[in-house]
Protein backbone atom coordinates (compact mmCIF):
# COMPACT_ATOMS: atom_id res chain seq x y z
CA UNK A 1 0.00 0.00 0.00
CA UNK A 2 1.30 3.45 -0.89
CA UNK A 3 2.87 4.98 2.49
CA UNK A 4 2.43 8.44 1.13
CA UNK A 5 -1.26 9.30 3.43
CA UNK A 6 -0.87 9.62 6.95
CA UNK A 7 -3.68 7.77 8.64
CA UNK A 8 -5.21 9.00 12.07
CA UNK A 9 -7.63 6.51 14.07
CA UNK A 10 -9.77 8.70 16.84
CA UNK A 11 -10.59 5.75 19.27
CA UNK A 12 -7.60 3.64 19.75
CA UNK A 13 -9.89 0.56 20.92
CA UNK A 14 -10.00 -3.03 19.43
CA UNK A 15 -11.11 -2.09 15.75
CA UNK A 16 -8.44 0.53 15.82
CA UNK A 17 -5.95 -2.67 16.53
CA UNK A 18 -7.44 -4.35 14.19
CA UNK A 19 -7.11 -2.15 11.55
CA UNK A 20 -3.51 -1.00 12.59
CA UNK A 21 -2.09 -4.29 12.57
CA UNK A 22 -3.73 -4.76 9.42
CA UNK A 23 -2.11 -1.92 7.82
CA UNK A 24 1.45 -2.41 9.67
CA UNK A 25 1.21 -6.25 8.58
CA UNK A 26 0.25 -5.26 4.68
CA UNK A 27 4.07 -3.29 4.50
CA UNK A 28 1.95 0.52 5.93
CA UNK A 29 4.66 2.38 7.89
CA UNK A 30 3.98 3.18 11.36
CA UNK A 31 5.75 6.60 11.13
CA UNK A 32 2.57 7.58 8.98
CA UNK A 33 -0.28 5.88 11.63
CA UNK A 34 -1.12 8.61 14.30
CA UNK A 35 -3.94 7.23 16.97
CA UNK A 36 -5.63 9.86 20.01
CA UNK A 37 -7.77 8.12 22.42
CA UNK A 38 -9.00 9.43 25.78
CA UNK A 39 -7.91 6.65 27.78
CA UNK A 40 -3.92 7.62 28.26
CA UNK A 41 -3.85 4.04 29.38
CA UNK A 42 -4.87 2.75 25.89
CA UNK A 43 -3.11 5.18 23.92
CA UNK A 44 0.15 3.79 26.02
CA UNK A 45 -0.58 0.49 24.85
CA UNK A 46 -0.69 1.14 21.59
CA UNK A 47 2.63 3.29 21.37
CA UNK A 48 4.16 0.09 22.78
CA UNK A 49 2.86 -2.28 20.45
CA UNK A 50 3.36 -0.41 17.66
CA UNK A 51 5.59 2.70 18.47
CA UNK A 52 2.91 5.21 16.97
CA UNK A 53 2.43 8.71 17.52
CA UNK A 54 -0.31 9.53 19.44
CA UNK A 55 -2.41 12.15 21.12
CA UNK A 56 -4.96 13.42 23.47
CA UNK A 57 -6.24 15.64 21.47
CA UNK A 58 -8.26 14.93 18.90
CA UNK A 59 -7.85 17.99 16.59
CA UNK A 60 -4.31 17.99 16.82
CA UNK A 61 -4.07 14.81 15.66
CA UNK A 62 -6.65 15.80 12.70
CA UNK A 63 -4.60 18.71 11.50
CA UNK A 64 -1.45 16.43 10.89
CA UNK A 65 -3.72 13.41 8.69
CA UNK A 66 -4.90 12.54 5.50
CA UNK A 67 -6.70 10.16 6.57
CA UNK A 68 -9.28 9.91 9.34
CA UNK A 69 -10.53 6.56 10.65
CA UNK A 70 -13.31 7.65 13.74
CA UNK A 71 -12.94 4.72 15.49
CA UNK A 72 -15.59 5.76 19.02
CA UNK A 73 -18.91 4.58 19.96
CA UNK A 74 -21.63 6.46 18.06
CA UNK A 75 -22.94 7.85 21.07
CA UNK A 76 -19.99 10.34 21.16
CA UNK A 77 -19.35 10.40 17.12
CA UNK A 78 -21.32 14.09 17.05
CA UNK A 79 -19.07 15.57 19.46
CA UNK A 80 -15.99 14.11 17.97
CA UNK A 81 -17.09 15.49 14.70
CA UNK A 82 -18.09 18.90 15.89
CA UNK A 83 -14.26 19.13 17.57
CA UNK A 84 -12.41 18.31 14.22
CA UNK A 85 -14.61 19.87 11.96
CA UNK A 86 -12.63 23.14 11.10
CA UNK A 87 -9.96 19.96 9.07
CA UNK A 88 -12.73 19.53 6.46
CA UNK A 89 -11.57 22.40 3.93
CA UNK A 90 -8.28 20.64 3.63
CA UNK A 91 -9.75 17.32 1.51
CA UNK A 92 -9.21 15.08 4.43
CA UNK A 93 -11.18 11.73 4.08
CA UNK A 94 -13.30 10.81 7.13
CA UNK A 95 -13.31 6.72 7.63
CA UNK A 96 -16.77 6.18 9.91
CA UNK A 97 -17.01 2.69 11.52
CA UNK A 98 -19.45 3.83 13.95
CA UNK A 99 -22.42 1.49 13.28
CA UNK A 100 -26.11 3.20 12.33
CA UNK A 101 -24.89 6.92 12.56
CA UNK A 102 -25.39 7.94 8.27
CA UNK A 103 -22.99 10.15 6.10
CA UNK A 104 -25.43 12.94 5.95
CA UNK A 105 -25.49 13.28 10.00
CA UNK A 106 -21.30 13.08 10.05
CA UNK A 107 -21.39 15.74 6.90
CA UNK A 108 -23.35 17.83 9.16
CA UNK A 109 -21.44 17.90 12.30
CA UNK A 110 -18.18 18.39 9.67
CA UNK A 111 -19.38 21.79 8.71
CA UNK A 112 -21.22 19.67 5.72
CA UNK A 113 -18.26 19.69 2.98
CA UNK A 114 -16.62 16.43 4.21
CA UNK A 115 -15.58 13.21 1.77
CA UNK A 116 -16.89 10.59 3.95
CA UNK A 117 -16.69 6.60 3.79
CA UNK A 118 -19.00 4.51 5.91
CA UNK A 119 -17.32 1.22 6.87
CA UNK A 120 -19.05 -1.79 9.39
CA UNK A 121 -16.60 -4.26 9.77
CA UNK A 122 -16.74 -6.83 12.30
CA UNK A 123 -14.67 -8.09 14.71
CA UNK A 124 -13.15 -11.14 12.63
CA UNK A 125 -11.19 -8.42 11.27
CA UNK A 126 -8.94 -8.96 14.60
CA UNK A 127 -7.64 -11.90 13.26
CA UNK A 128 -7.33 -10.74 9.36
CA UNK A 129 -10.87 -12.76 8.39
CA UNK A 130 -13.50 -9.50 9.28
CA UNK A 131 -15.99 -8.38 6.55
CA UNK A 132 -16.70 -5.11 5.78
CA UNK A 133 -19.66 -3.61 3.68
CA UNK A 134 -18.63 0.37 2.37
CA UNK A 135 -20.58 3.03 1.06
CA UNK A 136 -18.91 6.60 0.19
CA UNK A 137 -20.81 9.78 -0.05
CA UNK A 138 -20.78 11.74 -3.26
CA UNK A 139 -18.00 14.02 -2.36
CA UNK A 140 -15.43 11.21 -2.01
CA UNK A 141 -12.82 10.84 -4.87
CA UNK A 142 -12.23 7.59 -6.71
CA UNK A 143 -8.75 8.05 -5.21
CA UNK A 144 -10.09 8.40 -1.54
CA UNK A 145 -12.56 5.17 -2.48
CA UNK A 146 -9.46 3.06 -3.44
CA UNK A 147 -7.32 3.64 -0.59
CA UNK A 148 -10.37 3.48 1.90
CA UNK A 149 -11.03 0.25 0.55
CA UNK A 150 -6.95 -0.74 0.50
CA UNK A 151 -7.00 0.22 4.61
CA UNK A 152 -10.85 -1.96 4.83
CA UNK A 153 -9.11 -5.02 2.77
CA UNK A 154 -5.87 -5.15 5.37
CA UNK A 155 -8.32 -6.88 7.40
CA UNK A 156 -10.24 -9.28 5.32
CA UNK A 157 -12.77 -8.23 2.38
CA UNK A 158 -14.75 -4.95 1.75
CA UNK A 159 -17.21 -4.63 -0.83
CA UNK A 160 -19.18 -1.58 -1.69
CA UNK A 161 -22.55 -0.82 -1.51
CA UNK A 162 -24.31 2.17 -3.91
CA UNK A 163 -27.43 2.26 -1.12
CA UNK A 164 -26.34 3.64 2.26
CA UNK A 165 -29.37 1.90 3.82
CA UNK A 166 -27.62 -1.84 2.97
CA UNK A 167 -25.01 -0.62 5.87
CA UNK A 168 -27.80 -1.55 8.18
CA UNK A 169 -28.60 -5.14 6.35
CA UNK A 170 -24.53 -4.95 6.44
CA UNK A 171 -24.71 -4.82 10.05
CA UNK A 172 -27.85 -7.33 10.96
CA UNK A 173 -25.86 -9.96 9.13
CA UNK A 174 -21.98 -9.67 9.06
CA UNK A 175 -21.66 -7.17 11.48
CA UNK A 176 -24.10 -8.68 14.62
CA UNK A 177 -23.41 -11.87 12.87
CA UNK A 178 -20.36 -13.17 14.41
CA UNK A 179 -22.43 -13.16 17.62
CA UNK A 180 -25.17 -15.04 16.13
CA UNK A 181 -22.40 -17.94 15.54
CA UNK A 182 -20.84 -18.11 19.29
CA UNK A 183 -24.67 -18.32 20.34
CA UNK A 184 -24.89 -21.16 18.35
CA UNK A 185 -21.55 -22.72 19.52
CA UNK A 186 -22.44 -21.97 23.22
CA UNK A 187 -26.22 -23.35 22.56
CA UNK A 188 -24.53 -26.72 20.89
CA UNK A 189 -21.64 -26.95 24.02
CA UNK A 190 -24.05 -26.94 26.48
CA UNK A 191 -26.44 -29.57 24.66
CA UNK A 192 -23.29 -31.77 24.57
CA UNK A 193 -22.86 -31.53 28.51
CA UNK A 194 -26.99 -32.83 28.74
CA UNK A 195 -26.21 -35.48 26.68
CA UNK A 196 -23.41 -36.32 29.09
CA UNK A 197 -19.90 -34.78 27.50
CA UNK A 198 -17.89 -33.29 30.06
CA UNK A 199 -17.96 -29.19 29.62
CA UNK A 200 -13.94 -28.97 28.38
CA UNK A 201 -14.82 -31.59 25.71
CA UNK A 202 -18.00 -30.18 24.67
CA UNK A 203 -16.86 -27.06 24.03
CA UNK A 204 -13.98 -28.13 22.46
CA UNK A 205 -16.06 -30.32 20.07
CA UNK A 206 -18.76 -27.36 19.33
CA UNK A 207 -15.83 -24.88 18.17
CA UNK A 208 -13.60 -27.11 16.21
CA UNK A 209 -17.04 -27.99 14.48
CA UNK A 210 -18.06 -24.55 13.64
CA UNK A 211 -14.19 -23.86 12.36
CA UNK A 212 -14.29 -26.65 10.30
CA UNK A 213 -17.68 -26.04 8.64
CA UNK A 214 -16.63 -22.41 8.01
CA UNK A 215 -13.64 -23.69 6.46
CA UNK A 216 -15.15 -25.67 3.92
CA UNK A 217 -17.95 -23.70 3.13
CA UNK A 218 -15.21 -20.73 2.08
CA UNK A 219 -12.70 -23.28 0.57
CA UNK A 220 -15.65 -25.34 -1.27
CA UNK A 221 -15.71 -23.03 -4.73
CA UNK A 222 -18.98 -23.53 -6.79
CA UNK A 223 -20.21 -25.30 -4.05
CA UNK A 224 -23.62 -23.59 -1.94
CA UNK A 225 -24.16 -23.89 1.40
CA UNK A 226 -27.13 -25.56 0.67
CA UNK A 227 -25.05 -28.14 -1.36
CA UNK A 228 -23.00 -28.91 1.33
CA UNK A 229 -25.71 -29.33 4.25
CA UNK A 230 -27.36 -31.79 1.72
CA UNK A 231 -23.74 -33.72 1.39
CA UNK A 232 -23.98 -34.05 5.58
CA UNK A 233 -27.80 -35.50 6.15
CA UNK A 234 -28.43 -38.61 4.85
CA UNK A 235 -31.44 -39.63 4.55
CA UNK A 236 -33.39 -41.14 7.86
CA UNK A 237 -30.13 -40.50 9.68
CA UNK A 238 -28.81 -38.70 12.48
CA UNK A 239 -28.36 -35.43 11.44
CA UNK A 240 -31.75 -35.60 9.06
CA UNK A 241 -33.27 -36.09 12.33
CA UNK A 242 -31.82 -32.62 13.87
CA UNK A 243 -32.57 -30.37 10.75
CA UNK A 244 -36.09 -31.72 10.80
CA UNK A 245 -35.95 -30.46 14.37
CA UNK A 246 -34.58 -27.15 13.40
CA UNK A 247 -37.06 -26.97 10.66
CA UNK A 248 -39.89 -28.13 12.54
CA UNK A 249 -39.29 -24.42 15.23
CA UNK A 250 -38.93 -22.79 11.72
CA UNK A 251 -35.71 -21.97 12.25
CA UNK A 252 -35.19 -19.97 9.35
CA UNK A 253 -37.83 -17.38 10.32
CA UNK A 254 -35.41 -17.47 13.58
CA UNK A 255 -32.69 -16.03 11.74
CA UNK A 256 -34.59 -14.03 9.51
CA UNK A 257 -36.56 -12.57 12.39
CA UNK A 258 -33.10 -11.61 14.73
CA UNK A 259 -31.60 -10.17 11.61
CA UNK A 260 -34.73 -7.54 10.76
CA UNK A 261 -34.66 -6.97 14.90
CA UNK A 262 -31.16 -6.29 14.56
CA UNK A 263 -31.72 -3.98 10.89
CA UNK A 264 -34.46 -2.08 12.53
CA UNK A 265 -32.09 -1.02 15.41
CA UNK A 266 -29.68 -0.12 13.19
CA UNK A 267 -31.87 2.49 11.68
CA UNK A 268 -33.25 3.57 15.13
CA UNK A 269 -29.86 4.24 16.45
CA UNK A 270 -28.80 6.15 13.43
CA UNK A 271 -32.40 8.18 13.17
CA UNK A 272 -31.97 9.04 17.47
CA UNK A 273 -28.47 9.81 17.76
CA UNK A 274 -28.22 11.55 14.61
CA UNK A 275 -30.56 14.41 15.39
CA UNK A 276 -29.15 17.89 16.74
CA UNK A 277 -29.14 18.30 20.37
Not at 217 to 246: K, Y
Request: charge should be negative.
Amino acid sequence: MNNNNTIGFIGAGNMAYALISGLIEGGYSPNNIKASDASKDVLSLRNNQFNLEVFTDNLKLASACDVIVLAVKPQILSSVCKEIASITEHNTLFISIAAGIRSVDINRWLGGKASIVRAMPNTPALLGKGASGVYANELVSEKQRNLSKKILDSVGISFWVDDELMLDAVTALSGSGPAYFFLMVESMAKAGVALGLDNDTAQLLSIQTALGASMMASNSEGTTPQQLRANVTSPNGTTQAAINSFQDQNFEMIVSHAMRAAFERARVIGSELGEDE
